[in-house]
């Protein structure tokens, strides 16, 4: 293994990813697709955000990897996770092509969650535990996730991303920090999934009206509880979360200038074009048609 020395003349990974988020105007969380990366060692002396590493090889791959309080040897498969908490050392080195997601959370936005969620008081620091080539369903799940959006170029929204960086850093929260404390009133164990499983519902059905009990029916919940966990992760009401996704959508088809606006109310579930715009001007400042304009 190199020391200290050494790494300094290492240089980050060569060539770029197939795919990044750079683009798409994530605040929160950003993603890269990385496939086939030839064999080379990578080292980044201090992290700007936490990372979360998700090796996506087909088969096994020799990893040599050096942090801050480990050195190790092994065999990344796929699925296996790691994490890294912003400020750490990281270096790499693998023996055969590597095919990988890189998933990156702000610090600030991480805390936040942190301080609004119950999990610490202001003021304090977040710290993610170090793990290597960790299985964590969920984890997993909420990265394709994130990855359907990027490889979709962001057609879910940004309320859709932001839902689920919510949803990721509230799950790092309860299983991979040591120091932060729950306030009582926080579930001991967040339903990611089931809040999920409604925001992808909501998704599927935009072009009519959803119940609450039609929700709670799909996620398992009673109506108050899955009130209260939408609330917790998304920062919004079931209700309020649909009408802003539909929103999302209406701002993609009204830029596609596929569609009149009749044709895009009736087909994101509104009652009738008036009640688009109402809301339309409500969460962006404009009309429809003064947003069209301004494209």
Same mark, same amino acid.
């Given at each position: 293994?190199?020391?200290?020395?050494?790494?300094?003349?290492?240089?980050?990974?060569?060539?770029?990813?197939?795919?990044?988020? $750079?683009?798409?105007?994530?605040?929160?969380?950003?993603?890269?697709?990385?496939?086939?990366?030839?064999?080379?060692?990578?080292?980044?002396?201090?992290?700007?955000?936490?990372?979360?590493?998700?090796?996506?090889?087909?088969?096994?791959?020799?990893?040599?990897?050096?942090?801050?309080?480990?050195?190790?040897?092994?065999?990344?498969?796929?699925?296996?996770?790691?994490?890294?908490?912003?400020?750490?050392?990281?270096?790499?080195?693998?023996?055969?092509?590597?095919?990988?997601?890189?998933?990156?959370?702000?610090?600030?936005?991480?805390?936040?969650?942190?301080?609004?969620?119950?999990?610490?008081?202001? $003021? $304090?620091?977040?710290?993610?535990?170090?793990?290597?080539?960790?299985?964590?369903?969920?984890?997993?799940?909420?990265?394709?996730?994130?990855?359907?959006?990027?490889?979709?170029? $962001?057609?879910?929204?940004?309320?859709?991303?932001?839902?689920?960086?919510?949803?990721?850093?509230?799950?790092?929260?309860?299983?991979?920090?040591?120091?932060?404390?729950?306030?009582?009133?926080?579930?001991?164990?967040?339903?990611?999934?089931?809040?999920?499983?409604?925001?992808?519902?909501?998704?599927?059905?935009?072009?009519?009206?959803?119940?609450?009990?039609?929700?709670?029916?799909?996620?398992?919940?009673?109506?108050?509880?899955?009130?209260?966990?939408?609330?917790?992760?998304?920062?919004?009401?079931?209700?309020?979360?649909?009408?802003?996704?539909?929103?999302?959508?209406?701002?993609?088809?009204?830029?596609?200038?596929?569609?009149?606006?009749?044709?895009?109310?009736?087909?994101?579930?509104?009652?009738?074009?008036?009640?688009?715009?109402?809301?339309?001007?409500?969460?962006?400042?404009?009309?429809?048609?003064?947003?069209?304009?301004?494209?």
């Amino acid at each position: 293994m190199k020391n200290s020395s050494d790494l300094q003349e290492i240089k980050p990974i060569r060539n770029g990813p197939l795919l990044s988020s $750079g683009n798409l105007g994530w605040d929160q969380i950003s993603l890269s697709k990385w496939q086939g990366v030839a064999p080379q060692e990578a080292y980044e002396p201090a992290l700007s955000k936490h990372l979360i590493v998700i090796h996506t090889t087909p088969g096994p791959v020799k990893v040599f990897e050096r942090g801050d309080g480990f050195n190790e040897e092994g065999t990344a498969r796929p699925g296996d996770i790691n994490l890294f908490s912003e400020g750490e050392m990281s270096y790499c080195r693998w023996e055969n092509d590597l095919s990988f997601l890189r998933l990156e959370l702000d610090p600030v936005f991480v805390k936040k969650v942190a301080e609004h969620s119950g999990f610490m008081t202001s $003021g $304090g620091n977040i710290e993610l535990n170090h793990k290597l080539r960790i299985n964590d369903p969920k984890l997993f799940h909420l990265s394709q996730w994130s990855l359907d959006e990027l490889q979709s170029d $962001g057609a879910g929204g940004k309320l859709y991303i932001d839902s689920l960086a919510n949803l990721l850093t509230v799950h790092l929260l309860q299983n991979y920090t040591s120091t932060s404390k729950k306030q009582a009133s926080v579930p001991s164990k967040m339903t990611e999934q089931q809040v999920s499983r409604a925001i992808e519902y909501m998704h599927a059905n935009l072009d009519r009206e959803i119940s609450l009990e039609e929700l709670a029916a799909v996620t398992n919940m009673s109506h108050s509880y899955l009130s209260r966990l939408f609330k917790h992760a998304t920062g919004l009401s079931p209700h309020q979360y649909l009408i802003n996704i539909r929103i999302d959508k209406a701002k993609s088809l009204i830029q596609s200038r596929n569609f009149t606006m009749a044709e895009i109310s009736a087909t994101l579930g509104f009652t009738d074009q008036s009640h688009m715009n109402r809301h339309f001007k409500r969460i962006t400042g404009l009309s429809p048609r003064a947003f069209l304009l301004s494209r």
